[in-house]
């Protein structure tokens, strides 16, 4: 079993759709979590940190569950611009363990 | 401010050479992780340094090797290179740990160097 698993995915949306991303972890001694997104040939940029009291910047909620080891992202009215690939990270206390993303293409 | 360099962008090695890469952090960052990335999949974890030393290690054989010097900079060395060693090559550099703080574990990426063997 992956130590990160992720929707396959790839997901196509309308612009202006909303779109939910899962993840789940196996590590229960995981400290802190993270949505990066990755445009294709770039390198990751880190999109958010994830809390257990869930966060929120601008159209993007991501939230966290310890229980049940499970990570969300969700996007509100997409663009145009969210097309690209969503990576759901976990880090143990220094290396950072990536899941293999989603892809995601917001059509106009 | 500049943010994680590396370097060179590209470069193409045959089977059994060696090469070095080459990491500049973010300023104020004082740790580097190495991941390498191959086509379709998510990066996978090499090392990290913290005070020139390797702080933890992943599921690497022992001919990738690095170094930190004094000025944070890192480098990365793969001996007796093999076609599957072909991949984007990313340096990622993170804050100081601050006591009584913690480490945010924020990782901060540079664009990598894509490296092809042949």
């Known amino acids: 079993r992956k130590e990160v698993e992720q929707d396959p995915g790839p997901f196509n949306v309308p612009e202006g759709a909303t779109v939910a991303f899962n993840c789940t972890y196996s590590n229960s001694a995981s400290q802190s979590f993270f949505w990066y997104r990755q445009d294709c040939r770039k390198e990751p940029k880190l999109l958010m940190s994830v809390y257990s009291s869930g966060n929120e910047d601008g159209s993007f909620t991501a939230q966290l569950n310890r229980a049940s080891q499970y990570i969300s992202l969700l996007i509100r009215d997409s663009k145009l611009s969210d097309s690209a690939t969503y990576l759901c990270v976990v880090n143990n206390r220094g290396g950072l363990t990536f899941g293999s993303g989603t892809q995601l293409t917001v059509l106009p | 401010d500049a943010g994680v360099t590396q370097s060179p962008t590209h470069l193409i090695k045959t089977r059994g050479q060696q090469v070095t890469l080459r990491c500049s952090p973010k300023s104020g960052h004082d740790t580097v992780s190495w991941y390498q990335q191959a086509l379709g999949q998510g990066p996978q974890f090499i090392f990290q340094y913290y005070e020139e030393e390797e702080r933890q290690r992943g599921n690497f054989p022992d001919r990738f090797s690095g170094h930190q010097f004094p000025n944070y900079s890192s480098e990365l060395n793969v001996n007796a290179l093999l076609l599957g060693d072909s991949a984007l090559y990313l340096c990622?550099?993170?804050?100081?740990?601050?006591?009584?703080?913690?480490?945010?574990?924020?990782?901060?990426f540079g664009p990598g160097t894509r490296l092809t063997v042949t």
């Open positions: 990622a550099s993170s804050q100081p740990t601050q006591p009584g703080l913690g480490n945010s574990y924020e990782q901060y």
